[in-house]
């Protein structure tokens, strides 16, 4: 099903893309009559099954076609890049064949039907948190701020702790600290204003 605001979007691409926005559109259809168009992030999407399956966008100087789930669709011939290797089409004859790109969203297609998810990259763990001496010795003064800073969870720590690193003299170092340890006596997490 093709969506009014695609051919809005074709129809405002600059020159050069309008064809590689259509020979897209026409061999998505062409291989998943059932797909529909949406936008998404100001992009076009092809949905089938309400799940993404690929989408293409035009900028200034080149277009981006790539698969919701790249590397499950295109295996090794997804490339390295960033983008994935049709990040920067400047010319149909960049794209695949219309054979080529049939399989993959056919290979698109069976992913979303089989309700297989985008995989996701695994959390890259945070440092752990070093909490200078200055602070140490400041808070083994203060029974109550020591208290709440250790019940607090470790991103409530590290909020108070990179605050007063954070600051450039240690004048207002100082000033912050002992701001945080008044603030923690009272049972306040760091931006407890907002909250």
Known sequence: MKDKRVDAYIANAPDFAKPILEYVRSVVHGACPEAEETMK?????????????????AFKAHCGFRFWKGKLVMGDDLGTEGTGKYGHITKVAELPSKKVLTGYVKKAMALNEQGVKTPRRPATPKKALVVPAYITAALS??????????????????EYVEWIA????????????????????????????YQ
């Open 41 to 57: 992030w100001s992009t076009p999407f092809f949905m089938y099954r309400d799940a993404p399956m690929c989408m293409v966008s």
């Open 141 to 158: 003064k203060n029974r109550k701020a020591r208290a709440t800073f250790e019940k607090f969870s470790p991103s409530h720590r590290r």
């Open 166 to 193: 954070e600051a450039k003299t240690d004048e207002t170092r100082r000033r912050r600290l002992a701001q945080v340890l008044e603030w923690m006596a009272d049972g306040k997490p760091r931006h407890w204003k």
